[in-house]
Protein backbone atom coordinates (compact mmCIF):
# COMPACT_ATOMS: atom_id res chain seq x y z
CA UNK A 1 0.00 0.00 0.00
CA UNK A 2 0.70 3.60 -0.82
CA UNK A 3 -0.09 6.54 1.78
CA UNK A 4 -2.15 9.14 0.69
CA UNK A 5 0.14 12.28 1.03
CA UNK A 6 -1.60 15.26 3.02
CA UNK A 7 -1.09 18.28 1.52
CA UNK A 8 -0.49 20.70 4.15
CA UNK A 9 0.69 23.32 1.71
CA UNK A 10 -2.67 23.21 0.06
CA UNK A 11 -4.23 22.54 3.40
CA UNK A 12 -2.74 25.88 4.70
CA UNK A 13 -3.88 27.89 1.66
CA UNK A 14 -7.47 27.26 1.65
CA UNK A 15 -7.23 28.14 5.11
CA UNK A 16 -5.44 31.62 5.02
CA UNK A 17 -8.01 32.53 2.25
CA UNK A 18 -10.83 31.66 4.26
CA UNK A 19 -9.36 33.62 6.74
CA UNK A 20 -8.40 36.50 4.27
CA UNK A 21 -12.64 36.73 3.80
CA UNK A 22 -13.37 36.53 7.21
CA UNK A 23 -10.45 39.68 8.07
CA UNK A 24 -12.57 41.71 5.73
CA UNK A 25 -15.83 41.37 6.74
CA UNK A 26 -14.47 42.07 10.31
CA UNK A 27 -12.26 45.19 8.91
CA UNK A 28 -16.18 46.62 7.58
CA UNK A 29 -17.58 45.58 10.57
CA UNK A 30 -15.30 47.11 13.07
CA UNK A 31 -13.21 49.64 10.34
CA UNK A 32 -10.07 48.84 11.69
CA UNK A 33 -7.74 45.61 10.88
CA UNK A 34 -6.17 43.25 12.71
CA UNK A 35 -2.66 43.22 13.70
CA UNK A 36 -0.08 40.41 15.21
CA UNK A 37 3.27 42.08 16.07
CA UNK A 38 5.92 39.56 16.04
CA UNK A 39 9.59 39.74 18.16
CA UNK A 40 12.86 38.38 17.07
CA UNK A 41 16.04 38.33 18.56
CA UNK A 42 18.89 38.28 17.21
CA UNK A 43 20.19 37.17 14.26
CA UNK A 44 19.05 33.12 14.09
CA UNK A 45 18.60 32.66 9.91
CA UNK A 46 15.92 29.63 10.38
CA UNK A 47 14.41 32.35 12.76
CA UNK A 48 14.34 34.96 10.75
CA UNK A 49 13.15 32.66 7.59
CA UNK A 50 10.20 31.85 9.80
CA UNK A 51 9.56 35.62 10.73
CA UNK A 52 9.64 36.72 7.15
CA UNK A 53 6.94 34.45 6.18
CA UNK A 54 4.99 34.81 9.50
CA UNK A 55 5.02 39.17 8.24
CA UNK A 56 3.96 37.87 4.56
CA UNK A 57 1.02 35.76 5.57
CA UNK A 58 -0.27 38.33 8.26
CA UNK A 59 -0.47 40.99 5.35
CA UNK A 60 -1.57 38.46 2.70
CA UNK A 61 -4.40 38.02 5.00
CA UNK A 62 -5.13 41.47 4.63
CA UNK A 63 -4.06 42.14 8.88
CA UNK A 64 -1.60 44.68 10.07
CA UNK A 65 2.05 43.03 10.58
CA UNK A 66 4.52 45.01 13.09
CA UNK A 67 8.09 43.15 13.04
CA UNK A 68 10.36 44.56 15.84
CA UNK A 69 13.98 43.10 15.59
CA UNK A 70 16.13 43.19 18.53
CA UNK A 71 19.88 42.73 18.42
CA UNK A 72 21.40 39.63 20.13
CA UNK A 73 23.06 41.28 23.25
CA UNK A 74 19.06 42.80 24.24
CA UNK A 75 18.38 42.36 28.05
CA UNK A 76 15.72 40.40 29.29
CA UNK A 77 14.25 44.46 31.31
CA UNK A 78 14.42 46.00 27.41
CA UNK A 79 12.04 42.54 26.25
CA UNK A 80 9.77 42.55 29.21
CA UNK A 81 9.05 46.25 29.04
CA UNK A 82 8.55 46.07 24.81
CA UNK A 83 6.30 43.13 25.69
CA UNK A 84 4.69 45.47 28.11
CA UNK A 85 4.08 48.44 25.34
CA UNK A 86 2.54 45.78 22.90
CA UNK A 87 0.04 44.26 25.71
CA UNK A 88 -1.16 48.02 26.10
CA UNK A 89 -1.12 49.00 22.21
CA UNK A 90 -4.76 49.21 20.84
CA UNK A 91 -3.77 48.34 17.07
CA UNK A 92 -1.80 45.20 18.17
CA UNK A 93 -4.06 42.01 18.72
CA UNK A 94 -1.61 39.25 18.82
CA UNK A 95 1.98 39.26 20.24
CA UNK A 96 4.29 36.72 19.27
CA UNK A 97 7.77 36.33 20.55
CA UNK A 98 9.84 33.77 18.62
CA UNK A 99 11.55 31.34 20.45
CA UNK A 100 13.86 30.48 21.22
CA UNK A 101 15.70 32.84 22.98
CA UNK A 102 19.15 34.23 23.59
CA UNK A 103 20.64 32.71 27.11
CA UNK A 104 20.65 36.10 28.64
CA UNK A 105 16.88 35.64 28.73
CA UNK A 106 14.29 33.48 30.92
CA UNK A 107 12.20 32.43 28.17
CA UNK A 108 9.15 31.57 30.82
CA UNK A 109 9.46 35.22 32.43
CA UNK A 110 8.81 36.88 28.71
CA UNK A 111 5.60 34.16 28.09
CA UNK A 112 4.40 34.66 31.36
CA UNK A 113 4.30 38.62 30.74
CA UNK A 114 2.58 38.83 27.69
CA UNK A 115 -1.29 39.17 28.46
CA UNK A 116 -2.84 36.18 27.66
CA UNK A 117 -5.67 37.37 25.61
CA UNK A 118 -2.95 38.35 22.99
CA UNK A 119 -1.13 35.26 22.77
CA UNK A 120 -1.78 34.09 19.63
CA UNK A 121 0.99 31.32 20.28
CA UNK A 122 -0.84 29.72 22.93
CA UNK A 123 2.61 29.46 25.26
CA UNK A 124 1.03 31.41 28.48
CA UNK A 125 0.20 29.00 31.40
CA UNK A 126 -3.43 30.52 31.72
CA UNK A 127 -4.23 29.45 27.59
CA UNK A 128 -2.42 25.79 28.63
CA UNK A 129 -4.85 25.77 31.40
CA UNK A 130 -7.61 26.90 30.07
CA UNK A 131 -7.10 24.15 27.18
CA UNK A 132 -6.12 21.72 29.37
CA UNK A 133 -10.16 22.15 30.76
CA UNK A 134 -11.76 22.55 28.39
CA UNK A 135 -11.92 26.63 28.44
CA UNK A 136 -12.02 29.29 25.38
CA UNK A 137 -8.57 29.97 24.51
CA UNK A 138 -5.81 29.86 22.41
CA UNK A 139 -4.67 26.80 21.43
CA UNK A 140 -0.61 26.85 20.32
CA UNK A 141 -0.41 26.81 16.34
CA UNK A 142 1.45 23.73 15.56
CA UNK A 143 -0.73 21.32 17.30
CA UNK A 144 -3.90 23.49 15.86
CA UNK A 145 -2.65 23.03 12.60
CA UNK A 146 -2.23 18.84 13.03
CA UNK A 147 -6.01 18.51 14.30
CA UNK A 148 -7.13 20.39 11.30
CA UNK A 149 -4.60 18.25 9.06
CA UNK A 150 -6.29 15.06 10.82
CA UNK A 151 -9.81 16.54 11.07
CA UNK A 152 -9.36 16.90 6.97
CA UNK A 153 -7.91 13.51 6.16
CA UNK A 154 -9.52 11.23 8.23
CA UNK A 155 -13.33 13.21 9.44
CA UNK A 156 -14.33 12.27 12.78
CA UNK A 157 -10.97 11.00 15.31
CA UNK A 158 -13.76 9.50 17.98
CA UNK A 159 -12.09 6.13 19.39
CA UNK A 160 -9.25 6.39 17.62
CA UNK A 161 -5.84 5.38 19.35
CA UNK A 162 -3.60 7.86 19.12
CA UNK A 163 0.18 8.24 19.80
CA UNK A 164 1.89 11.16 20.33
CA UNK A 165 5.71 10.92 20.49
CA UNK A 166 7.33 14.13 22.27
CA UNK A 167 5.84 15.87 25.51
CA UNK A 168 7.22 19.66 25.07
CA UNK A 169 4.79 22.32 26.62
CA UNK A 170 4.57 23.53 22.25
CA UNK A 171 3.85 21.01 20.53
CA UNK A 172 3.29 16.88 22.11
CA UNK A 173 1.29 18.06 25.32
CA UNK A 174 -1.23 20.64 23.98
CA UNK A 175 -1.05 17.85 20.77
CA UNK A 176 -2.36 14.95 23.21
CA UNK A 177 -4.93 17.11 25.08
CA UNK A 178 -6.66 18.43 21.45
CA UNK A 179 -6.66 14.86 20.30
CA UNK A 180 -8.02 14.00 24.19
CA UNK A 181 -10.44 16.39 23.08
CA UNK A 182 -11.51 15.18 20.21
CA UNK A 183 -12.15 11.91 21.63
CA UNK A 184 -9.38 9.62 20.61
CA UNK A 185 -7.58 7.41 23.49
CA UNK A 186 -4.52 8.91 24.22
CA UNK A 187 -0.91 7.93 24.30
CA UNK A 188 1.73 10.44 25.09
CA UNK A 189 5.49 9.27 24.47
CA UNK A 190 8.75 10.40 25.48
CA UNK A 191 12.44 9.55 25.93
CA UNK A 192 12.00 7.81 28.58
CA UNK A 193 8.95 5.45 27.17
CA UNK A 194 9.63 1.72 27.59
CA UNK A 195 9.65 -0.24 24.06
CA UNK A 196 8.40 2.88 21.89
CA UNK A 197 8.14 0.47 18.48
CA UNK A 198 5.63 -2.03 20.62
CA UNK A 199 3.57 1.81 21.27
CA UNK A 200 3.57 3.34 18.23
CA UNK A 201 2.41 -0.19 16.53
CA UNK A 202 -0.89 0.42 18.17
CA UNK A 203 -1.12 3.83 16.74
CA UNK A 204 -4.43 4.30 14.48
CA UNK A 205 -2.37 8.14 14.74
CA UNK A 206 0.61 8.58 15.10
CA UNK A 207 2.29 12.61 15.00
CA UNK A 208 5.85 12.68 15.85
CA UNK A 209 7.59 15.63 17.55
CA UNK A 210 10.59 14.71 18.79
CA UNK A 211 13.73 16.50 16.26
CA UNK A 212 15.44 13.39 15.32
CA UNK A 213 15.26 12.55 11.66
CA UNK A 214 13.61 9.54 10.65
CA UNK A 215 13.16 8.11 14.75
CA UNK A 216 9.99 7.11 13.76
CA UNK A 217 10.67 3.32 11.47
CA UNK A 218 8.64 2.21 8.82
CA UNK A 219 8.46 -0.78 10.82
CA UNK A 220 6.42 0.53 13.75
CA UNK A 221 3.61 1.77 11.83
CA UNK A 222 0.62 0.46 11.87
CA UNK A 223 -0.83 -0.53 8.30
CA UNK A 224 -2.85 2.11 7.13
CA UNK A 225 -2.58 4.38 10.13
CA UNK A 226 -2.24 8.42 9.76
CA UNK A 227 1.07 9.49 10.04
CA UNK A 228 1.61 13.38 11.17
CA UNK A 229 5.43 14.15 11.06
CA UNK A 230 5.97 17.60 13.36
CA UNK A 231 10.14 17.77 13.11
CA UNK A 232 11.90 19.74 10.91
CA UNK A 233 15.29 18.89 11.43
CA UNK A 234 17.85 20.83 8.93
CA UNK A 235 20.74 17.76 7.56
CA UNK A 236 23.10 17.65 4.73
CA UNK A 237 20.77 15.93 2.65
CA UNK A 238 18.39 18.37 3.67
CA UNK A 239 14.96 19.01 5.24
CA UNK A 240 13.95 16.44 7.10
CA UNK A 241 11.01 15.21 9.46
CA UNK A 242 11.53 12.55 12.11
CA UNK A 243 9.54 10.04 10.30
CA UNK A 244 11.10 7.99 8.07
CA UNK A 245 9.09 9.18 5.33
CA UNK A 246 10.05 6.24 2.67
CA UNK A 247 9.79 3.18 4.86
CA UNK A 248 6.33 5.24 6.71
CA UNK A 249 4.84 5.82 3.57
CA UNK A 250 4.82 2.60 2.08
CA UNK A 251 2.64 1.04 5.31
CA UNK A 252 0.46 4.30 6.06
CA UNK A 253 -2.59 5.24 5.15
CA UNK A 254 -1.92 8.63 4.97
CA UNK A 255 1.20 11.14 5.69
CA UNK A 256 2.48 14.30 6.09
CA UNK A 257 5.46 15.53 3.77
CA UNK A 258 8.77 17.28 5.27
CA UNK A 259 8.44 20.29 4.07
CA UNK A 260 5.11 21.01 2.96
CA UNK A 261 3.02 19.08 5.52
CA UNK A 262 2.63 20.83 9.22
CA UNK A 263 5.09 24.04 8.61
CA UNK A 264 2.51 25.82 6.43
CA UNK A 265 -0.25 25.26 8.50
CA UNK A 266 1.46 26.36 11.83
CA UNK A 267 1.90 30.33 9.95
CA UNK A 268 -2.04 29.92 9.20
CA UNK A 269 -3.03 29.22 12.15
CA UNK A 270 -1.15 31.53 13.49
CA UNK A 271 -3.13 34.09 11.34
CA UNK A 272 -6.02 32.72 12.53
CA UNK A 273 -5.66 32.80 16.05
CA UNK A 274 -4.90 36.54 15.51
CA UNK A 275 -8.01 37.04 13.57
CA UNK A 276 -9.89 35.24 16.86
CA UNK A 277 -7.96 37.18 19.13
CA UNK A 278 -8.78 40.89 17.51
CA UNK A 279 -12.55 39.11 17.35
CA UNK A 280 -12.75 38.91 20.80
CA UNK A 281 -11.71 42.35 21.50
CA UNK A 282 -14.16 43.70 19.70
CA UNK A 283 -17.09 40.92 20.18
CA UNK A 284 -17.07 40.51 16.19
CA UNK A 285 -18.55 36.70 15.45
CA UNK A 286 -16.82 34.20 13.26
CA UNK A 287 -17.79 31.05 12.20
CA UNK A 288 -17.28 27.87 14.60
CA UNK A 289 -15.53 26.19 12.18
CA UNK A 290 -13.02 28.40 11.63
N1 LIG B 1 6.50 22.31 11.89
C1 LIG B 1 6.40 23.20 12.86
O1 LIG B 1 5.65 24.12 12.73
C2 LIG B 1 7.18 23.03 14.11
C3 LIG B 1 8.14 22.06 14.16
N2 LIG B 1 8.83 21.84 15.30
C4 LIG B 1 9.80 20.73 15.28
O2 LIG B 1 9.24 19.65 16.02
C5 LIG B 1 10.27 18.92 16.68
C6 LIG B 1 9.96 18.88 18.17
O3 LIG B 1 9.95 20.19 18.68
P1 LIG B 1 9.75 20.48 20.26
O4 LIG B 1 8.53 19.81 20.74
O5 LIG B 1 9.92 21.93 20.43
O6 LIG B 1 11.06 19.71 20.82
P2 LIG B 1 11.64 19.52 22.30
O7 LIG B 1 13.09 19.32 22.11
O8 LIG B 1 11.15 20.57 23.21
O9 LIG B 1 10.99 18.14 22.76
C7 LIG B 1 11.35 16.93 22.18
C8 LIG B 1 10.59 15.79 22.82
O10 LIG B 1 11.00 14.58 22.21
C9 LIG B 1 11.31 13.62 23.20
N3 LIG B 1 12.38 12.73 22.74
C10 LIG B 1 13.67 13.01 22.51
N4 LIG B 1 14.33 11.91 22.11
C11 LIG B 1 13.43 10.91 22.07
C12 LIG B 1 13.52 9.53 21.75
N5 LIG B 1 14.67 8.97 21.36
N6 LIG B 1 12.40 8.79 21.84
C13 LIG B 1 11.23 9.34 22.22
N7 LIG B 1 11.10 10.65 22.53
C14 LIG B 1 12.18 11.42 22.47
C15 LIG B 1 11.75 14.42 24.39
O11 LIG B 1 11.52 13.61 25.55
P3 LIG B 1 11.87 14.08 27.06
O12 LIG B 1 10.76 15.01 27.42
O13 LIG B 1 11.83 12.82 27.82
O14 LIG B 1 13.21 14.73 26.99
C16 LIG B 1 10.84 15.63 24.32
O15 LIG B 1 9.63 15.40 24.99
C17 LIG B 1 11.56 19.65 16.31
O16 LIG B 1 12.11 19.01 15.15
C18 LIG B 1 11.09 21.03 15.95
O17 LIG B 1 11.98 21.68 15.05
C19 LIG B 1 8.58 22.56 16.44
C20 LIG B 1 7.62 23.55 16.44
C21 LIG B 1 6.90 23.90 15.25
N1 LIG C 1 7.05 31.81 19.41
C1 LIG C 1 7.22 30.86 18.49
N2 LIG C 1 6.15 30.35 17.84
C2 LIG C 1 6.31 29.39 16.89
O1 LIG C 1 5.31 28.90 16.31
C3 LIG C 1 7.63 28.95 16.58
C4 LIG C 1 8.70 29.51 17.27
N3 LIG C 1 8.48 30.45 18.23
N4 LIG C 1 9.98 29.10 17.03
C5 LIG C 1 10.27 28.14 15.98
C6 LIG C 1 9.12 27.19 15.73
C7 LIG C 1 9.18 26.50 14.39
N5 LIG C 1 8.05 26.99 13.63
C8 LIG C 1 7.82 26.73 12.28
C9 LIG C 1 6.98 27.49 11.51
C10 LIG C 1 6.83 27.28 10.16
C11 LIG C 1 7.53 26.28 9.52
C12 LIG C 1 7.41 26.11 8.06
O2 LIG C 1 6.69 26.82 7.38
N6 LIG C 1 8.12 25.14 7.47
C13 LIG C 1 8.14 24.87 6.04
C14 LIG C 1 9.56 24.90 5.52
C15 LIG C 1 10.32 26.15 5.82
C16 LIG C 1 11.80 25.95 5.71
O3 LIG C 1 12.28 25.67 4.60
O4 LIG C 1 12.47 26.03 6.75
C17 LIG C 1 7.57 23.50 5.76
O5 LIG C 1 7.64 22.65 6.67
O6 LIG C 1 7.13 23.27 4.65
C18 LIG C 1 8.36 25.48 10.27
C19 LIG C 1 8.50 25.70 11.65
C20 LIG C 1 7.35 27.88 14.40
N7 LIG C 1 7.89 27.99 15.62
Request: hydrophobic share 45%.
Amino acid sequence: MSAAIIDGKAAAQALRDRIADEVGRFRSATRRAPGLAVVLVGEDPASAVYVRSKGKATIAAGMESFEHRLPADTSEEHLLALVEKLNHDPTVDGILVQLPLPAQIDESAIILAIDPDKDVDGFHPVNAGRLATGLPGFVPCTPLGCLKLLQAALGDLRGKEAVVVGRSNIVGKPMALLLLGADCTVTLAHSRTRDLPEVVRRADIVVAAVGRPGLVRGEWIKPGAAVIDVGINRTEGGLTGDVDYPAASAVAGAITPVPGGVGPMTIACLIRNTLVAAARRDGHLLPADL
